[in-house]
């Protein structure tokens, strides 16, 4: 990488990336016409900044903003004060509601550019509480002996660093305003240089914390850790190793659960699953889902990628046979245990690796009405390259990754005869770049 010119500069932006960073152009000697583009950290389109460079590269360069001379309307106080150090989020200085706009742009510039496609309508954007929603995720733990603490957070927005931390406002307020005190907790214990993450995963009742240890705890740790729980009402697992030693420390069989109130469901689960990060938005989803994919009374459903059940039990209300299929094997035990749970006897579930050759598998030659799919960031071309569309009214993708999404939709669309009916951004993490979507596709 070449030397950074670390003088700052004054700079106008134009317009925002997919990460949430504004983009600028600067002349470049090296680079003919409109200049070198350049992602500038905390500045919005229409602004003035100062900026300092922060990266070089041969296409692009890097930089965060110094100062903002001319600030956009639309430029809000970031209410958490680690804003711009830790890298949870990227758009606190864009106000909320100006946020999901953002991600929509995103979503149908993706379409168009990878997929070649173009929605017949737009979804109208699904949206819930802003703060304190994120229920699942991992905090970083280091112990620096320089500052004589140990912290625990997110990661920097130098990925190298962890962030010091002392409360999260998009974490639930019952772990995200306790930051300070896990890692007083952590800094007190004698294997303190031994724990390098926390998970926490939050169920409608129950709080869990999961330590990662790469030693054995001393009996004084244990204690400390379980007076920690009883103080602050949290589930304690201990991971020694890999997922399947994670054990309850406190108390002894934490139940962690939670419900979809509108289908009458409960799903169970461990603390190491997938769940869906924003509770409330999730029910905004599932019921999002389930109306796009129109399931009649007697439709047969295949629901790929479905984990402990999301949006399968939910479908299993309406349908006259749902099948769910997932790579996890422990995440298919689950879900078949959630299906008998909800007193469910037209599910069946079935553990197969989507990204790999499915022909040995019989559920991939049963006819179905309608499919939905919730795949990884990667997306889900492989399945769909093998799976028979015959006979399927509606196509329903739920999408983490636009990327993904728009490659599948172009497949869809270009190879296989479909037509993208609807499409629609989601805010499953408000306040970070992270794009959410929905797509429904019907046969032309």
Same mark, same amino acid.
């Given at each position: 990488?070449?030397?950074?010119?670390?003088?700052?500069?004054?700079?106008?932006?134009?317009?925002?990336?997919?990460?949430?960073?504004?983009?600028?152009?600067?002349?470049?000697?090296?680079?003919?016409?409109?200049? =070198?583009?350049?992602?500038?950290?905390?500045?919005?389109?229409?602004?003035?900044?100062?900026?300092?460079?922060?990266?070089?590269?041969?296409?692009?360069?890097?930089?965060?903003?110094?100062?903002?001379?001319?600030?956009?309307?639309?430029?809000?106080?970031?209410?958490?004060?680690?804003?711009?150090?830790?890298?949870?989020?990227?758009?606190?200085?864009?106000?909320? /509601?100006?946020?999901?706009?953002? =991600?929509?742009?995103?979503?149908?510039?993706?379409?168009?550019?990878?997929?070649?496609?173009?929605?017949?309508?737009?979804?109208?954007?699904?949206? &819930?509480? #802003?703060?304190?929603?994120?229920?699942?995720?991992?905090?970083?733990?280091?112990?620096?002996?320089?500052?004589?603490?140990?912290?625990?957070?997110?990661?920097?927005?130098?990925?190298?660093?962890?962030?010091?931390?002392?409360?999260?406002?998009?974490?639930?307020?019952?772990?995200?305003? =306790?930051?300070? /005190?896990?890692?007083?907790?952590?800094?007190?214990?004698?294997?303190?240089?031994?724990?390098?993450?926390?998970?926490?995963?939050?169920?409608?009742?129950?709080?869990? $914390?999961?330590?990662?240890? $790469?030693?054995?705890?001393?009996?004084? &740790?244990?204690?400390?850790?379980?007076?920690?729980?009883?103080?602050?009402?949290?589930?304690?697992?201990?991971?020694?190793?890999?997922?399947?030693?994670?054990?309850?420390?406190?108390?002894?069989?934490?139940?962690?659960?939670?419900?979809?109130?509108?289908?009458?469901?409960?799903?169970?689960?461990?603390?190491?699953?997938?769940?869906?990060?924003?509770?409330?938005?999730?029910?905004?989803?599932?019921?999002? /889902?389930?109306?796009?994919?129109?399931?009649?009374?007697?439709?047969?459903?295949?629901?790929?990628?479905?984990?402990?059940?999301?949006?399968?039990?939910?479908?299993?209300?309406?349908?006259?046979?749902?099948?769910?299929?997932?790579?996890?094997?422990? $995440?298919?035990?689950?879900?078949?245990?959630?299906?008998?749970?909800?007193?469910?006897?037209?599910?069946?579930?079935?553990?197969?690796?989507?990204?790999?050759?499915?022909?040995?598998?019989?559920?991939?030659?049963?006819?179905? &009405?309608?499919?939905?799919? &919730?795949?990884?960031?990667?997306?889900?071309?492989?399945?769909?390259?093998?799976?028979?569309?015959?006979?399927?009214?509606?196509?329903?993708?739920?999408?983490?990754?636009?990327?993904?999404?728009?490659?599948?939709?172009?497949?869809?669309?270009?190879?296989?005869?479909?037509?993208?009916? #609807?499409?629609?951004?989601?805010?499953?993490?408000?306040?970070?770049?992270?794009?959410?979507?929905?797509?429904?596709?019907?046969?032309?």
């Amino acid at each position: 990488m070449a030397r950074l010119d670390q003088t700052p500069f004054e700079i106008q932006i134009t317009d925002v990336s997919h990460d949430g960073r504004g983009v600028a152009r600067r002349p470049d000697p090296k680079v003919p016409g409109a200049g =070198k583009a350049i992602f500038v950290a905390g500045a919005l389109p229409g602004e003035t900044v100062i900026a300092q460079q922060t990266a070089r590269h041969r296409s692009f360069d890097e930089a965060k903003t110094l100062d903002v001379l001319v600030a956009s309307p639309d430029r809000v106080p970031a209410r958490c004060p680690h804003f711009g150090v830790c890298g949870g989020c990227a758009l606190q200085h864009l106000d909320e /509601a100006k946020q999901i706009h953002v =991600k929509q742009r995103v979503l149908l510039d993706n379409l168009e550019r990878i997929g070649h496609v173009t929605p017949e309508s737009v979804l109208p954007p699904l949206v &819930d509480a #802003a703060w304190g929603y994120r229920r699942k995720g991992r905090f970083s733990v280091r112990r620096v002996e320089k500052k004589d603490k140990t912290l625990v957070g997110f990661r920097e927005q130098d990925p190298r660093f962890v962030a010091d931390l002392r409360e999260c406002h998009t974490v639930i307020p019952q772990i995200g305003m =306790k930051i300070a /005190a896990l890692s007083a907790l952590v800094d007190g214990m004698d294997g303190r240089r031994d724990i390098p993450q926390i998970e926490f995963i939050a169920g409608d009742d129950t709080i869990a $914390l999961v330590f990662r240890h $790469l030693q054995p705890l001393s009996p004084r &740790d244990t204690q400390a850790l379980e007076d920690f729980a009883k103080a602050h009402d949290f589930a304690i697992f201990l991971q020694p190793g890999g997922i399947d030693s994670v054990h309850a420390l406190w108390p002894h069989q934490p139940k962690l659960s939670f419900t979809l109130p509108a289908w009458d469901i409960e799903l169970q689960f461990r603390p190491l699953d997938f769940i869906q990060v924003n509770a409330g938005l999730n029910q905004h989803m599932i019921a999002s /889902a389930l109306s796009l994919l129109d399931v009649q009374p007697g439709d047969r459903v295949l629901d790929l990628f479905c984990g402990l059940g999301n949006f399968t039990l939910p479908l299993a209300r309406t349908a006259g046979e749902v099948v769910g299929v997932e790579g996890d094997a422990g $995440l298919i035990r689950r879900a078949r245990e959630n299906a008998t749970h909800n007193q469910l006897a037209n599910v069946d579930f079935h553990a197969a690796d989507l990204a790999q050759d499915l022909a040995s598998h019989a559920w991939m030659r049963a006819g179905f &009405d309608r499919l939905l799919l &919730d795949p990884p960031r990667s997306g889900a071309d492989v399945v769909l390259k093998q799976l028979s569309l015959d006979g399927l009214k509606r196509i329903v993708y739920v999408s983490c990754h636009p990327g993904s999404l728009a490659r599948d939709a172009g497949y869809l669309v270009n190879e296989r005869g479909w037509k993208l009916q #609807a499409a629609g951004v989601m805010d499953m993490f408000p306040h970070t770049a992270h794009v959410e979507s929905i797509a429904m596709f019907e046969p032309r």
